[in-house]
């Protein structure tokens, strides 16, 4: 009775086609609909200000020490007496990521003490140019209310710029207080146009704005 199984192989085949056919599609039509990324994302960096406009980057260089990748290069100088950068006595006169290095890890986001670097929602974009992946000083540093810099190559039909400067849009990645028992705390210090930030959601399952229990994909 092989012969009978081997004849029917090519239409138990289609049975499965026609079985998957009417289902319910679960692939989205990008760019048109685009997936809700989760608050910690890890995608493009971005200097953070603190609320009155100075500079959080002190120029310590931890994040370029902790890069697993070495795409990051921090050079720090000593702040001008009369018109300081920063708080500290020292700031990030140079800073350089090689965005054709960076494995996202978020490592540099964990390794900085003043919460300068962290990491957007942006992931659309892309060069024709090794040198513009090469992302300085100038377009990480958001300007002093806090909105955030673009270089031309960012500006593109798929990403929508204006969405990201809307409220907390350029979200903190992954920080040491992601932690259950840290939930509800405020971990992060003000910045430039978010304000203050929320407190941490903690990994209980618990909806900080309900406070209803979320449900279990698992």
């Not at 086609?17 to 685009?34: G, S």
């Not at 009155?52 to 980057?57: L, V």
């Not at 494995?103 to 892309?126: D, G, K, N, R």
């Not at 210090?189 to 209980?204: F, I, K, M, N």
Request: net charge negative; glycine share 8%.
């Amino acid at each position: 009775m092989s012969w009978i199984s081997d004849a029917l192989g090519p239409f138990k085949g289609f049975a499965m086609t026609l079985r998957q056919a009417r289902k319910k599609p679960v692939t989205r039509q990008y760019p048109k609909e685009k997936r809700v990324k989760p608050e910690r994302f890890h995608g493009r960096h971005t200097l953070n200000r603190y609320a009155d406009g100075m500079e959080k980057c002190i120029g310590c260089e931890l994040c370029a020490g902790v890069c697993p990748a070495e795409c990051i290069y921090v050079r720090g100088a000593d702040n001008p007496p009369d018109n300081p950068v920063s708080p500290g006595e020292r700031f990030g006169f140079v800073y350089e990521i090689n965005m054709l290095r960076c494995i996202f890890c978020a490592m540099c986001v964990e390794a900085c003490p003043t919460q300068a670097i962290t990491m957007t929602h942006l992931f659309e974009f892309s060069v024709t140019n090794r040198d513009d992946a090469i992302y300085m000083k100038a377009e990480l540093l958001v300007e002093p209310d806090g909105t955030p810099n673009h270089p031309p190559h960012e500006s593109s039909p798929f990403t929508n710029l204006e969405e990201l400067r809307m409220g907390d849009g350029w979200m903190r990645a992954t920080s040491p207080s992601g932690r259950v028992e840290y939930e509800g705390v405020v971990a992060w210090s003000p910045s430039a146009r978010t304000g203050d930030l929320p407190a941490e959601v903690g990994q209980s399952g618990t909806d900080q704005s309900t406070g209803d229990e979320e449900p279990d994909d698992g």
